[in-house]
């Protein structure tokens, strides 16, 4: 196994070093044909999709896993509009971040190049296949993909018709390299190899992106988790948090940037909770409330002290009544993971200390969590939401996917 993956490797890192030198019309004529092949293969990527969820029936998942992992036309539309934005958005490679001459005449200047070769480890989202390897071709890089087995028949056919346009497009089909490891066990083999891979993005539940960052020899740019949370102030708009805690649970509780714990100020408690009780039931939430919780929404469950700061990715939703915004703050900390957190208030003194205090990656005032997304950022798709704060933090497009180098022009100076 080993020897089948270094060769598939070694391919994507020789291809890299022409991908590196395109220029921006060779990258988008690219993207173009990888669209029009998707468009063309449509059926059979539907058709791969409905035996993996087929397979997937017989284990028992949750109906969230199926969500993620079943594709629609609409969905494949989805991800051709995700490459389509990419097209549109200016290419990061050979842009001048700084330059300047030194006294001895020296010209510096520092320019953002690729990071070389990305390998992307992911579980049960197919999109995430078209997302990465349009942003990797368009920020230079070659891409490894590894996904879960769950939708093994459906990550290959969509890499099928991407790797087709590349070929109609005459750039080589070895940039986008298509892992198919039986055994979880093997992913360790691909985290060793860091002479052909130059960073891993684990994409996927708590465990892979443990097992991805204790195992990898590679930098590992990763997401902690999703556990985002809405706090309502006291002087928040009632009416407006109830729209944007409605919208961050419920519009799509599968992903990263659902919340996952309600906080609200004891004195709107009792108004608040009563107003969005019955509108998280009638949207199939299942409340899990402290003590203060109950008493005005008798039909929640009792919460439990692990469901703070757990990650449900489900209709699922933890509720606790605070005395204050510092109770709420420290209640953040100790719970939250660093990805996405939102006050609903209408006071600037407490919006100023929330946004300064909170440590995440992104901090909403007035605003539903769920545009943590490189779409919705304005960067087109993205690789994933990183909650770390060394290279790239937030939304990973395609700035994140460059390095720099600095390029030194001189005319005979030596250092004296």
């Known amino acids: 196994m080993k020897s089948k993956i270094s060769h598939q490797l070694k391919l994507a890192k020789d291809a890299s070093h022409a991908l590196a030198y395109l220029s921006s019309s060779q990258k988008n004529t690219a993207l173009y044909e990888m669209i029009r092949s998707l468009k063309k293969g449509k059926s059979e990527i539907l058709k791969a999709n409905q ?59 520092k320019i953002r190049v690729p990071l070389g070769v990305i390998a992307v480890v992911f579980e049960s989202r197919p999109n995430v296949v078209s997302d990465v390897c349009a942003l990797a071709l368009k920020s230079g890089n ?3 993909l590894k996904g879960g ?10 890499t099928h018709f991407l790797k087709k346009g590349l070929e109609n497009s005459k750039i080589s089909q070895e940039i986008i390299q298509f892992l ?20 891993v993005i684990p994409r996927g539940g708590k465990a892979l992106i443990k097992m991805v960052v204790e195992n990898s020899k590679i930098p590992v ?18 009416e407006m948090a109830m729209r944007i805690v409605i919208n961050a649970k419920t519009s799509n509780p599968s992903v990263c940037n659902a919340i996952e714990c309600l906080l609200v100020h004891q004195t709107i408690a009792e108004q608040f909770l009563r107003k969005i009780g019955p509108q998280l039931l009638m949207n199939r939430v299942e409340i899990r409330g402290d003590r203060e919780t109950l008493k005005w929404i008798p039909e929640a469950k009792a919460v439990c002290p692990e469901d ?9 939703l933890a509720v606790r009544v605070v005395q204050s915004i ?22 600037l003194e407490n919006e100023r200390k929330f946004l300064s205090e909170v440590d995440a990656a992104c ?15 304005g960067f087109g798709a993205e690789i994933g939401i990183s909650t770390q704060k060394l290279h790239a933090r937030g939304p990973v497009g395609l700035q994140e996917l460059t390095t720099y180098k600095y390029i030194i022009r001189g005319s005979g100076q030596i250092r004296e």
């Open 308 to 316: 703070y700061g757990y990650e449900f990715l489900d209709l699922i």
């Open 142 to 144: 070659a891409i490894i």
């Open 363 to 377: 901090v909403y005032s007035n605003a539903s969590t769920r545009f943590t997304d490189g779409g919705e950022f």
């Open 326 to 347: 510092e109770e709420a703050l420290d209640h953040i900390s100790k719970f939250g993971s660093q990805h996405s957190e939102v006050i609903v208030t209408n006071s």
């Open 221 to 238: 740019i990763f997401q902690n988790q999703g556990i985002c949370h809405a706090f309502i102030d006291e002087t928040a708009d009632l």
């Open 180 to 199: 198919e490891i039986p055994k979880h066990e093997d992913i360790k083999i691909l985290l060793k190899l860091s002479e052909y891979i130059d960073v």
């Open 149 to 158: 087995i769950e939708a093994t028949h459906t990550n290959a056919v969509i």
């Open 51 to 109: 035996l993996d969820i087929l397979k997937t029936q017989k284990m028992g998942k949750n109906e969230s896993f199926f969500l993620r992992l079943k594709l629609t036309d609409a969905k494949i539309n989805e991800m051709i509009k995700g490459i389509e934005q990419i097209i549109n958005i200016e290419d990061p490679i050979g842009k001048i971040d700084n330059g300047w001459t030194r006294p001895n005449g020296l010209q510096i200047s």
